[in-house]
């Protein structure tokens, strides 16, 4: 048999090989074996790299800038006076830190709740400040509240501003924390609470405070609140779970007791030795100062006692105090 003459021929696989075949010329065909077109071989490692996940750089929060400088002097039990330095930061809350420097350098212009009530009206040309003020309410170790002004400001109406400081950067300082200071956000209350301690409850949505500044560390500062803990206070008004359930800055509260009639906002956990501020003033920076401490009689034989010393404080630039005596008062 005459055999059939054929061209050898490729063809394309859909998974990109060929394939090679015979074309008859009289139009019958015949195939071989599909197989793929040789390719290189490719190398075999023995070393996997792997490539780590880029991880962003941790940003830690960062201590607000002290703006300015309070100083509150202290008188407990009719002692000499020992100083308080709180260091404020204006550039978190400025509305809420100008109220406060204004109430310590006993500056705040504020009205008559009723102009016709003659008791207010006769001493409304004079300005509100802490100077008088006390510490009226003392939960240990959660809560310490001053701004209690004098009875002569009593029925005075506390300025309210802007919200500030929800939307604010106040790095690692809130309500909560040890040594912070804060007030009512958006004004409408004389009294501010320190921290003594971490209180968490003091950052909840009912307290609504905001943090304006810290109270220094040292006998001038967070030492002088150890002692504070350790005054004893009235517990006996009326049940309340200890300082998470306190009425917050800014409530009604009673300024004369009805012991017939407990109130939680009379005397509960009201220090039983008075603490007064005698003194007040803001300096826009730090300034060196002399703490003074007497032996204040102990509370309990575990009490500290804390005796006469000197603080020295950093000294950084010029300082413009704002005295009492430059308001006139």
Not at 15 to 40: I, Q
Not at 71 to 76: F, G
Request: glycine share 8%; net charge negative.
């Amino acid at each position: 048999t005459p055999r059939t003459p054929l061209i050898q021929t490729t063809a394309g696989n859909s998974d990109g090989t060929t394939r090679r075949g015979f074309l008859a010329l009289g139009g019958l065909a015949t195939f071989a074996p599909l197989l793929p077109s040789p390719t290189a071989a490719e190398p075999v490692s023995s070393t996997v790299t792997v490539t780590p996940p880029v991880t962003p750089p941790v940003t830690l929060p960062s201590t607000p800038t002290v703006t300015s400088i309070v100083t509150l002097d202290l008188s407990i039990a009719r002692g000499p006076s020992t100083p308080l330095q709180i260091e404020l930061f204006g550039d978190i809350a400025p509305e809420s830190v100008s109220f406060f420097e204004s109430m310590a350098s006993n500056s705040l212009q504020s009205p008559c709740a009723d102009p016709n009530n003659e008791a207010c009206t006769e001493f409304e040309g004079v300005d509100v400040g802490f100077k008088g003020s006390q510490c009226w309410r003392l939960v240990p170790y959660k809560r310490i509240d001053f701004g209690r002004v004098d009875s002569m400001f009593g029925t005075r109406v506390p300025p309210t501003f802007a919200i500030e400081g929800k939307a604010a950067v106040q790095g690692n300082i809130k309500p909560s924390t040890r040594g912070a200071v804060s007030i009512r956000r958006g004004g409408g209350a004389f009294e501010f609470t320190i921290a003594p301690d971490y209180n968490p409850n003091l950052d909840s949505s009912n307290e609504n405070l905001v943090c304006i500044g810290r109270v220094v560390e040292g006998p001038s500062g967070k030492g002088l609140l150890e002692y504070i803990n350790t005054i004893p206070t009235r517990k006996d008004i009326v049940s309340l779970t200890l300082g998470t359930d306190v009425p917050p800055l800014g409530s009604s509260f009673a300024r004369v007791c009805d012991f017939t009639n407990p109130d939680p906002t009379c005397a509960q956990y009201k220090p039983l030795k008075i603490i007064k501020v005698t003194g007040s003033n803001v300096v826009s920076k730090r300034v060196p100062i002399v703490v003074n401490v007497e032996e204040f009689e102990p509370v309990t034989n575990d009490s500290p006692v804390v005796s006469q010393q000197e603080v020295p404080v950093e000294v950084k630039d010029e300082v413009v105090p704002v005295s009492n005596d430059a308001m006139g008062i």
